[in-house]
């Protein structure tokens, strides 16, 4: 709750500088934000391999303009090196780009946007850091621009911030070096910023950055239920990280698989709220379902445990559907993750659902049919999938959920394993489980609907 708290409170600075917004320029070759101008000393770092080049200061950086990438720029390598008193974040590109840094708070972050960049390293990168570095995620993040998101170990200050062209073959290297910080406050360049990054992203709500949500219906077929399937995270948002998956891939593997064998069982109209790796925030997700009038939401995720010791000893899949207070502790604090998505991705998009709502939604709850076709949905889905993967100890949970908050659509969200088993992920990775998973869940449906679908106009 404190993470939250603290979000609001930037989220509310943010929404008060205001205005001005288109006005912001897009740096070319480094930003040179207040809060880094005037570092004129740049410490050398005694550990990066290769040897840095000399840092120049930024000004010698802001060479014309970089020539027109011929296709995309990939980011292919992504390092952190050094120690407490100074630490370098490096990123190799196989070209030029342009880019912003900023910081956000509670829980301390610099960001770096990138234009127009695509990642090929390993998804798990990045899950261990160095120095003021805990950790990092990359990703696509609004259409055009890729977000780089460096958890750090408390506030930090970004002394220098250098693009360097290395060899004749156009490859660059974006380095960011960190030092404590000495002042904890973001300057108000940085606000403009995170509200500017905000902005992309609302301007993405309209056209969603994954192809269209195409209904598919067979057009004979109108009122085939719809049912949305919700991969959980993507883009800059990994999820939870196994040893060699990440959350994002395993559950938008899962959700295609759902997608195909719903179609092909010609009962169902589908709807993704992605379809590709793209980060999409947890309300957009709710309006996609809400306007097109889903009959079933579905939210496909994958849980990971921090106690590495308890990691090989628990394992299986659970069902979640919403309740104001959870069914126990370690599923409360499941959904505190899961809602804290969008604000560790750095989205800090005005909420659209106030306190009030959220009781009324709950209220609401209380008085319609809807949570009751949902736990009537996960009790079936729970019998369905007991028969063909190993479920959790207690499989039918429940919690506050943002994604499920909907007054309309009966909603789970099911946890489909633990990536952090190494067992289980290597399972989930697998096509086989994928497709196990996928018709054990449209068995489910099949269910549902059979027993539920009546009372659907
Ligand atoms: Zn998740």
Redesign the pocket.
Known sequence: MRLLTSSLIIASAIAFVGGGLAALPWRVLGPAPAWAQGSTHVKTMPTTPPPAPAPKPRSETKSPAPPAPVGPVVADGASVSGDRSLTRMAVELTGPVEYQVFRLQAPDRVVIDISNVEFTIPPATGRNGIGLVTSFRFGAFAPGRARVVIETDGSVQVEATRLIREGSRGRHRLELDFIPASTAGLSESEIAAARESAARLRLSDATPPSPPPAAKPAPDAPRLPLIMIDP??GGVDS??RGAIGV?KDI?LAVGRELERALLASGKYRVLMTRSSDAFVPLEQRIRLSREHEAQLFISL???SLEARELAHAIRGATIYTLSQSASDERARKLAD??NA?DLLAGAHLPTEVSQDDVKSILFDLMARETNGLALNFRQIAAKRLRGSIQLSRDPQRSANFLVLRQSETPAVLI?LGYISNTEEEKQMLSQEWQRKVAASITAAINDFFATSGSIFR
């Open positions: 959980g995270h999820g939870a959350e559950v995720h994958a849980d993750k899961e998505a946890e």
